[in-house]
């Protein structure tokens, strides 16, 4: 069975820190494109990063480029998501992923995979 799991949401002050983690089971991560995806009351979900399982390339929504950067430990099959410089626009629940292409597409639906989400929020 494939299974995504978050870990690491929680609250922090405005321009704190937190690194996500996307850990999988049931298959290995390194031959699957990762998402990373959140979504905010109110508000449709929004893809944030994504990095391919083909060349490692990262990539990023303007709403979060510069701060937030998208890795993985495959030895771990482990994805990260370490946000910095957080404010409360990044409140949401925050989702991984799996592609089983080896690129970005951009296309939500080629996800077909995903965890449970992770809830951060952004508050003094």
């Known amino acids: 069975q494939l299974q995504l799991v978050e870990s690491g949401g929680g609250l922090v002050q405005p321009g704190g820190s937190l690194r996500l983690s996307c850990a999988a089971s049931?298959?290995?991560?390194?031959?699957?494109?990762i998402g990373w995806f959140r979504q905010a009351p109110g508000k449709e979900r929004e893809g944030i990063s994504c990095?391919?399982?083909?060349?490692?390339?990262?990539y990023y929504a303007d709403s979060v480029k510069g701060r937030f950067t998208v890795s993985r430990d495959n030895a771990k099959n482990t994805v990260y998501l370490q946000m910095n410089s957080l404010g409360p626009e990044d409140t949401a629940v925050y989702y991984c992923?799996?592609?089983?292409?080896?690129?970005?597409?951009?296309?939500?639906?080629?996800?077909?995979?995903w965890g449970q989400g992770t809830q951060v929020t952004v508050s003094s």
């Open positions: 990095i391919s399982s083909r060349d490692g390339n990262t």
């Open positions: 049931g298959f290995t991560l390194d031959a699957y494109s």
């Open positions: 992923a799996a592609d089983p292409h080896n690129y970005c597409s951009g296309y939500e639906s080629n996800f077909g995979t």
